[in-house]
């Protein structure tokens, strides 16, 4: 069983930066590849960014690629989520997912086995 908690959300200017964290809980954290993704008002989840076991890959959707960066500590169980240049458009809540067995690169929003409560960012104009 894993259990995962993000936070670092919060309110931030156009333009602006934050930084998200997801904890987990668990034994065998360094075996999960991790993926972050967000949902707004209406919309469905959609996928941000994936990176693997040991952190040697990632991968990021276009609307972000440039300004997000994906990163992990094993030792300390966490993945984080580097957010810079911020725009109105990436208001959302984001969350954290854990895959064990990845069968393509990135997984698929539907094969995550395991999913955070989410944390709220938003971007004012």
């Known amino acids: 069983q894993v259990q995962l908690v993000e936070t670092g959300g919060g309110l931030v200017q156009a333009g602006g930066s934050l930084r998200l964290s997801c904890a987990a809980s668990?034994?065998?954290?360094?075996?999960?590849?991790m993926g972050w993704f967000r949902q707004a008002p209406g919309k469905e989840r959609e996928f941000v960014a994936a990176i693997t076991r040991s952190g040697g890959n990632t991968y990021y959707a276009d609307s972000v690629k440039g300004r997000f960066t994906a990163s992990r500590d094993n030792a300390k169980n966490t993945v984080y989520l580097q957010m810079n240049s911020l725009k109105p458009e990436d208001t959302a809540v984001y969350y954290c997912?854990?895959?064990?067995?990845?069968?393509?690169?990135?997984?698929?929003?539907?094969?995550?086995?395991?999913w955070g409560q989410g944390t709220q960012v938003t971007v004012s104009s």
């Open positions: 668990g034994r065998t954290f360094s075996r999960y590849t």
């Open positions: 997912g854990a895959k064990l067995y990845v069968s393509s690169w990135p997984p698929n929003r539907d094969e995550y086995d395991y």
